[in-house]
């Protein structure tokens, strides 16, 4: 898979905007295009991060065809 584009970054790493194409080796690009708007940094409630019940974790075999076969074991 090859993209291409253009990525804005504020200082501190958040990606604010995105402008660009993805290629997989296999089938039609997709423009993909996205942009942030009224961002505040500040604390967040752990409770967001917490996975939803009945959450199952796909094997990274099952991802490979679905990202072009670019998927990496850990």
């Given at each position: ?11 501190e ?45 796909l ?16």
């Amino acid at each position: 898979t090859e993209i291409d584009g253009w990525l804005w970054r504020t200082a501190e790493g958040i990606v604010m905007k995105l402008d660009g194409t993805v290629r997989p080796k296999r089938g039609k690009p997709t423009s993909v295009a996205m942009t942030l708007s009224n961002v505040k940094k500040a604390p967040q409630n752990a409770s967001l991060f917490e996975l939803p019940d009945g959450l199952v974790k796909l094997p990274t075999e099952a991802l490979q065809p679905l990202l072009g076969g670019i998927a990496k074991s850990n």
